[in-house]
């Protein structure tokens, strides 16, 4: 594996891009994290030999597990420590002489861990109180760190558990992290709760690789505690009060509650980015805060009970005033708690009434099979709740809704909107009513050969069939787009090693490839995994989404696949949608299905999109581009587009 491991901060790397390519020098960002202090060169001495010695350690340790799959499986719960230390060395990030302290802390507990599991124990695993663990990313193989508050018998119990997302902290480093986690329980704690705090991938409000974060962090603590499926709340204050919105609404047939402290439920509104003055925001980046915003699918909060929290006076009161009215428009009711005379925190008394609250909703569980459920959503990167999954839709980026239930044990209507394959999971009804039209089963054996606990229905010239296979539409969850789509699973980024078409673009290509590799490490704390165009092997197009830069004459995978996209692409001119563009100054930058793998996405010349646009507000770390753009070079980068954007657009549901 090739990875990243740059030396430079955003501004330096920006100051080494402009000597590299004058003509692609990038607007540097805010830094963030911030620069940290100066450390003696004592302290680097030490802090730099104990992290080495705890990486040969770990080296030494992992063939004396081999042959253990449970201990393998829990080597980055020793892992976290070297690469909290290791990447504050790295990247200067030590804010204050505490955490200078707190580093040989924990290389210390790193060392212990790993005498424990050389003895083949790992008593970490049944400790109680607040623990700290840690996996390894299946997006780009990174260590990430997550956080428990474990009650006392919790190893024999099957436990209720509540998601707690974290607000913004923009020095919040893997070692503040680990240092916050070691040192205090989250704001709300309920009793008798398995507490689950995910790191987030840092600062991103659980968008991209952050959202994945929570679930891969959820996987891996399901691992070693019974977790009740059914019992499982979803909370956060600040930016995490944003996230839980996010997640309640998106995610809704997985919790038996949400609780939403301040933070933020859409975009324009709170970013004031449509105020009179800013620079524009395109049609398409409007429609993709869709993606996002909690109040475009209010409707999805049907089946789960919504308890949010402001303090009266706290600017961010307007997240839940706004769901408020989102909510009301959908027929339902926002429950909620207002901390008087208080600013952006919880006031003493309502936190424990809201803290009450919540122990009831956890005991009394969710429905698993509730008799009704709506579903809505603008993309099939969130198709399901509880037992209704939209497989296909007529638009992507119109809202799509159905509205099931059970109208007798054996009967479902079904009102459906923007949709034209949807499935059942899990139910077997000996009639199913679409839109008006029925639908009769004649036994359990005529529902599905395939999928004996689904029933997948299709849309053909205006009416509904039962479907074993489908008319599946090209657009299907998992391959939506757009650009972003392709981070959000394991990925790679393949360079080129060829002669580019030109000067220009080879330039820009090197660029926007650094560029976005720095981009991904600031903001989701891991090393993009690059492989060279010739070195791109079967397995890789099998389980990888495929970062292409370059163009046919550079990237050898873009040369063999090019007549299989909707593109046309010499030294002369780049031809798309019938237009055709002068290639010595312009490019492309779209998504698609590998043609090589079409369960696969690949993607060319973008990594994550939002820039340095979205590095100071979360609720700006929405994707920027559709589905594909047309780059015109003679203009630089900048922090919010990677060259003027002359064209761009979304395929339709069949990639066309």
């Known amino acids: 594996m090739i990875t990243f491991h740059s030396p430079f901060r955003p501004a330096a790397l920006a100051t080494v ?30 802090l730099t030999k104990g992290a ?6 770990i080296a030494a340790l992992k063939p004396v597990i081999a042959n253990d799959a449970k201990m393998t499986a829990h080597l980055p719960d020793v892992e976290i420590f070297h690469k909290a230390v290791d990447w504050a060395l790295r990247y200067d990030e030590f804010f204050s002489p505490k955490e200078v302290a707190f580093g040989k802390h924990l290389i210390e507990e790193g060392r212990e861990r790993v005498d424990q599991m050389r003895a083949g124990k790992m008593p970490w695993l049944q400790a109680s109180g607040l623990v700290v663990r840690g996996y390894r990313s299946k997006i780009d193989g990174s260590i990430q760190p997550y956080g428990l508050v474990v009650p006392e018998g919790a190893n024999a119990a099957n436990n209720r558990a509540m998601v707690w997302l974290l607000g913004r902290g923009e020095k919040r480093t893997e070692l503040a992290f680990l240092a916050e986690r070691e040192g205090r329980a989250p704001d709300i704690t309920p009793a008798n709760t398995l507490i689950l705090i995910p790191y987030g991938r840092f600062c991103n409000a659980t968008k991209f690789a952050g959202e994945s974060d929570v679930f891969e962090a959820l996987n891996a603590a399901k691992s070693d505690y019974k977790i009740d499926p059914q019992r499982i709340l979803v909370a956060g204050f600040s930016m995490g009060g944003g996230s839980a919105w996010h997640l309640a609404v998106h995610y809704s047939g997985l919790w038996c509650a949400a609780s939403p402290g301040a933070g933020f439920s859409e975009t324009p509104e709170f970013t004031k980015a449509l105020a009179p003055g800013k620079e524009p925001r395109p049609l398409w980046e409007q429609k993709l805060w869709a993606q996002y ?24 009161k307007q997240a839940a005033d706004i769901m408020e009215t989102a909510m009301a428009a ?4 926002l429950e909620r708690f207002i901390g008087p005379k208080t600013g952006h925190s919880y006031e003493p008394e309502t936190k424990k009434a809201l803290t009450t609250r919540l122990e009831e909703l956890l005991d009394k569980g969710r429905d698993t099979t509730p008799r009704e459920v709506h579903l809505t959503t603008y993309t099939l990167r969130y198709p ?14 119109q809202r799509a809704d159905v509205k099931a239930r ?8 079904a009102d459906t909107k923007n949709v034209t394959m949807l499935s059942f999971n899990g139910v077997q009804p000996a009639t199913v009513v679409l839109d008006g039209q029925s639908i009769r089963f004649y036994g359990p054996n005529t529902i599905s050969r395939r999928y004996p606990s689904r029933l997948l229905f299709a849309k053909v010239r205006g009416k509904w069939r039962t479907s074993d296979n489908g008319v599946v539409p090209r657009k299907r969850p998992g391959l939506t787009g757009p650009i972003d789509d392709a981070i959000v699973e394991p990925f790679l980024f393949v360079r080129p090693t060829g002669k580019p078409l030109n000067e220009k673009i080879g330039a820009w290509v090197n660029s926007e490839m650094d560029y976005s590799a720095k981009l991904w490490r600031d903001v989701f704390r891991g090393d993009v995994e690059v492989k060279d165009d010739l070195a791109i092997g079967v397995t890789d197009m099998k389980n990888k989404n495929l970062i292409l830069w370059g163009d046919p004459s550079s990237n050898e995978v873009l040369a063999d696949i090019i007549r299989r996209l909707p593109i046309k692409w010499d030294a002369k001119s780049l031809v798309f949608r019938g237009k055709t563009y002068d290639s010595s100054h312009h490019a492309p930058i779209l998504i698609f299905p590998n043609p090589l793998n079409p369960q696969r996405y690949v993607v060319i010349n973008s990594g994550l999109d939002f820039r340095a646009d979205g590095y100071g507000n979360n609720a700006l770390q929405t994707p920027k581009l559709p589905d594909w753009g047309v780059i015109d070079l003679n203009e630089a980068p900048g922090p919010r587009w990677p060259g003027k954007v002359v064209d761009a657009g979304f395929f339709n549901e069949e990639w066309k």
């Not at 402009?18 to 030490?46: H, M, N, W, Y």
């Not at 909690?294 to 961010?316: C, H, K, R």
């Not at 959908?330 to 009711?333: D, V």
């Not at 399901?384 to 980026?397: D, K, L």
């Open 406 to 413: 059970f109208t007798d044990d054996k009967t479902i209507s």
């Open 17 to 46: 891009l402009c000597a590299l390519a004058p003509a692609f020098a990038q607007a540097p960002p805010k830094p963030i994290p911030p620069p940290g202090i100066t450390l003696s060169d004592a302290e680097r001495d030490e």
């Open 52 to 57: 080495a010695t705890l990486r040969q350690e």
């Open 330 to 333: 959908e027929g339902l009711k």
């Open 384 to 397: 399901e709740a509880s037992w209704v999954r939209i497989e296909g839709m007529e638009t992507h980026w």
């Open 293 to 316: 915003d909690a109040i475009n699918s209010a409707a999805n909060l049907f089946n789960v009970p919504t308890v949010a929290y402001s303090g009266e006076i706290d600017g961010q």
